[in-house]
């Protein structure tokens, strides 16, 4: 290199990060993405332990196992197939994948939905594909069920 360079002693920060992403969408309305199913199911847990500074790692998953499944006493909880194919069925926009709670291979989680990014097949309803618990992808999203009460009347 024929010029000068040097590079922070220190990563940027979460408080840095958060800073940022509040500055670009004031509004916080964008879809969270590159999650993985992994995060999503520590921000549930999270979520059923009140918040705050509630555990990530318990709840309504345990984070502990290979491949973690849902309490069945949570409130707050990843979509399975059946219940996002229900759901989809009134919104099948297309947009991203949405993550589900199903399991498909091993621990590989399912995705639904297609995306903007792939061909015009992975729109259709029954197209599935399966996805590593620690995977990210720029068009992979989560969304949990409404309340318990609103489940019963759909």
Known sequence: MDYIYKIATKEVNL??????????????LRPVTYVSWND???????????????????????????????S?????FIASENEWYKAAYYDQGGSVY?????????????????????FSNDLLSSS?????????ASVWVFALPASPSHRQRC
């Open 40 to 70: 999503a199911a520590r921000f549930t847990n999270w979520l059923q332990n009140g918040q705050g500074s509630g555990s990530t790692e318990s709840g309504v998953y345990n984070m502990s196992l290979t491949t973690p499944t849902r």
């Open 15 to 28: 408080i840095q990060y958060t800073e940022f992403l509040n500055a670009v969408d004031p509004n916080g």
């Open 98 to 118: 949405e993550l589900n709670d199903t399991v498909i291979a091993g621990s590989s989680r399912g995705l639904r939905g297609g995306s903007w990014a792939n």
């Open 72 to 76: 069945g006493t949570a409130t707050v």
């Open 128 to 136: 599935r594909i399966a996805g590593s618990p620690w995977t990210r």
